[in-house]
């Protein structure tokens, strides 16, 4: 009931304990809030609320920043499947900000970050700043994780895929037998 959460906030801080369960939230809430994928979206869908009040809270610490990145990363995941491409567009670019701040620049979470970032942009028909994304995924992934990565074969299949809707078909295709040799 929000009474109870009101009373319990108020006590919190009297006790001078808010930001440190404010963190402990945005922490258990960034372990446990799965990726988008289909078959967790009932968990999404139950999380959520509870996801939304704590990015209200304000990050006092890096660790509490990488999680909140972190949660807003899979918030956002669900929410591109779901088709809520402005909203989620908004939390990816704050995730990707936090990841960028904090983390190397080979550091495999901003490639994850920047892919879903062009598919956000691809799904809105923003092609030239997707296929810009996309590439930089793909150079992220290869970097961080090699050539023959399932996710860096992944990374080449999303930009081959946009190619081929920019119809830019030679190039598509290159990507495409890339991306099928490797997986084989």
Known sequence: HRLVQLATRKWLERRM????????????????????????????????????????????SDEHLLARGSLLHNMAWYGWLQGRYAVVREQIQESLAIRERLLENSHKSISYSVELLGLILDAQGKYAEAEAMNRRALAGRETALGLEHP???????????????????NEALVLYNTACNGFK
Do not use: M
Not at 26 to 55: M, Q
């Open 151 to 169: 996710d860096t074969l992944i990374s080449v299949y999303c930009l081959a895929y946009l190619l081929r809707i920019l119809k830019r078909h």
């Open 17 to 60: 304990e808010i930001q440190r369960w404010q963190e402990e939230a945005t922490n258990v809430l960034s372990r446990e809030f799965p990726s988008g994928e289909y078959e967790n979206w009932g968990t999404c869908e139950t999380l959520s609320p509870h996801a939304r009040e704590v990015l209200r809270c304000k990050p006092v």
